[in-house]
């Protein structure tokens, strides 16, 4: 992916997340509902993780000029795993702002603010699954106290847990965030097969959820001070 590329969806990003701020600034919503929005998203980040992982892993993906780039990347990294703890922290986190700046299109129709806290949510939990991912391959010399911290709590995926994907012929155990729903997916992927891009739709289906989750929320809240 070219640096000027990137930029474009780092910058739209970013403002992005300056409009949702300075809505939900405007119209602040409960600390109940932004708290069930964040661990919502959390959940779901490592759903959205493994979906992400099974299309980039794709063979096929290779074929889509959209994404090449990208799983051209993660089909690479089954031979130099621990390269990506190697790579400039900015060039290995900017493969999210993409898919967050497709997130932001779709949160502006909603336009509440508790929806703008999903775009906030999964901007933050998006950037620690990569995080999570780059430390999964760390030694522990390089791991950050912290990270060791998370992973021992089963916060964030650890290097034994993640290895399981690393073996030919890679196809079960995609999760990257804390692998919680490794086992599901794997379920999934054993009845369906990996190579079918039907995997793309599954994954802006279960993106949308968190803003059907956090909008829902918002109606009933709104429905309860009407009445």
Request: charged share 15%; aromatic share 12%.
């Amino acid at each position: 992916m070219k640096a000027g590329y990137s930029n474009k969806f780092t910058i739209v990003m970013t403002l992005g997340m300056a409009w949702s701020a300075y809505w939900i600034a405007q119209d602040p919503p409960s600390v109940a509902g932004v708290l069930m929005v964040v661990v919502f998203c959390y959940f779901l980040t490592d759903v959205v993780s493994g979906l992400l992982h099974i299309i980039l892993d794709n063979p096929r993906s290779l074929e889509l000029n959209a994404i090449e780039s990208l799983a051209d990347g993660f089909q690479k990294h089954h031979a130099d795993p621990r390269g990506i703890t190697e790579l400039p922290l900015y060039e290995h986190l900017y493969v999210m702002h993409l898919p967050l700046t497709l997130l932001f299109l779709a949160v502006l129709p909603f336009h509440t603010s508790l929806v703008y806290v999903v775009f906030l949510s999964m901007v933050l939990w998006l950037h620690v699954m990569q995080m999570s991912h780059r430390w999964a391959h760390a030694r522990k010399n390089q791991l950050p106290p912290i990270a060791a911290l998370l992973q021992r709590a089963n916060l964030l995926i650890d290097f034994p847990a993640h290895a399981k994907h690393h073996r030919e012929p890679y196809s079960k155990d995609f999760c990257i965030m804390n692998g919680l729903f490794n086992r599901p997916l794997n379920s999934v992927v054993r009845r369906v097969g990996n190579t079918s891009h039907a995997w793309i739709g599954i994954f802006f289906a279960v993106c949308l959820t968190p803003l059907a989750f956090a909008y829902g929320i918002a109606r009933r809240v709104l429905n309860t001070r009407q009445r």
